[in-house]
């Protein structure tokens, strides 16, 4: 699974200025719409009803929020910087500055998982993440997440 595969620059955002998960999650599943042609609300409401059961704030401010969608044709990725932490009920408690969104078709099964898979292993490197939150640019933004994962699988 390549980080290529889910996004492109168009779907990166440099700096969402959001207050909460929730808003956070509305603003997402906006671009998302945009990105996939689905209703924004629905988006939002698969979105919702996944962090009901259970933060998908996975630490050291990271959140991967995620969900299934009838009418997807593939994987979608959507990665944005805040502008400020916010609270997202993440497991450490500590609000969270990078968000990589993840759609999959309804019946993605496996792919799925070895998509969140790999940007659950992206989003753990330190470094990469350092470099995330120190750049404000969708193209650079875009470099790193690419470029990291390329010079991962080259390791």
């Not at 390549?2 to 168009?10: A, G, P, V």
């Not at 401010?61 to 502008?83: N, V």
């Not at 968000?99 to 898979?117: N, Q, R, S, T, V």
């Not at 875009?142 to 994962?149: I, P, R, S, V």
């Amino acid at each position: 699974m390549d980080i290529r595969d889910l996004l492109s620059t168009e779907c990166v955002i440099e700096t969402l200025n959001v207050s909460s998960k929730k808003q956070a999650l509305q603003e997402l599943a906006k671009r998302a719409a945009q990105i996939t042609g689905l209703e924004e609300r629905r988006i939002f409401d698969v979105l919702l009803e996944r962090e009901r059961l259970g933060t998908t704030g996975v630490g050291a401010g990271i959140a991967i929020p995620h969900g299934k969608l009838p009418g997807l044709d593939r994987l979608h990725g959507l990665f944005a910087r805040l502008e400020r932490p916010i609270d997202f009920d993440a497991i450490d408690d500590q609000p969270v500055d990078l968000i990589f969104l993840l759609l999959a078709p309804e019946g993605a099964g496996a792919d799925h998982l070895k998509a969140l898979a790999r940007v659950s292993r992206l989003l753990r490197d330190r470094t990469v993440c350092e470099k995330l939150r120190g750049s404000d640019k969708a193209d650079a933004l875009y470099g790193l997440l690419t470029d990291a994962q390329a010079s991962s699988h080259a390791a």
